[in-house]
């Protein structure tokens, strides 16, 4: 069973930083893709950025591009999300999912698994 584990928010000044974590289980293959996704109050679930366990290749939200960077370490199956530069607008709760196959999407129902959610607060 495929099992999801984030963790790294919090609270922090616009203009700061804050590196989230999602430390993945039950995969047999690096066939898989790991994305993050975030819901603000009030508003739906979008995408962020997502990365291939396979390859590396990327993909970002044109919200986050320059900002935030995801990177992944299979050795200990965990993919890291890098937010520089946090704005005001991106406080919301952060998710990181999983789908099997190695297309970078960022189309909320192609994946079949999801985190519990890390909250990102950020103060302006």
């Known amino acids: 069973e495929v099992q999801l584990v984030e963790s790294g928010g919090g609270l922090v000044q616009a203009g700061g930083s804050l590196r989230l974590s999602c430390t993945a289980s039950?995969?047999?293959?690096?066939?898989?893709?790991i994305g993050w996704f975030r819901q603000a109050p009030g508003k739906g679930r979008e995408g962020v950025s997502a990365i291939s366990a396979s390859d590396g290749s990327t993909y970002y939200a044109d919200s986050v591009k320059d900002r935030f960077t995801i990177s992944n370490d299979n050795a200990k199956n965990t993919v890291y999300l890098q937010m520089d530069s946090l704005k005001a607008e991106d406080t919301a709760v952060y998710y990181c999912a999983a789908r099997f196959g190695h297309i970078v999407v960022l189309t909320t129902s192609w994946y079949d698994y999801w985190g519990q959610g890390t909250q990102v607060t950020v103060s302006s």
């Open positions: 039950g995969f047999t293959s690096d066939d898989y893709v």
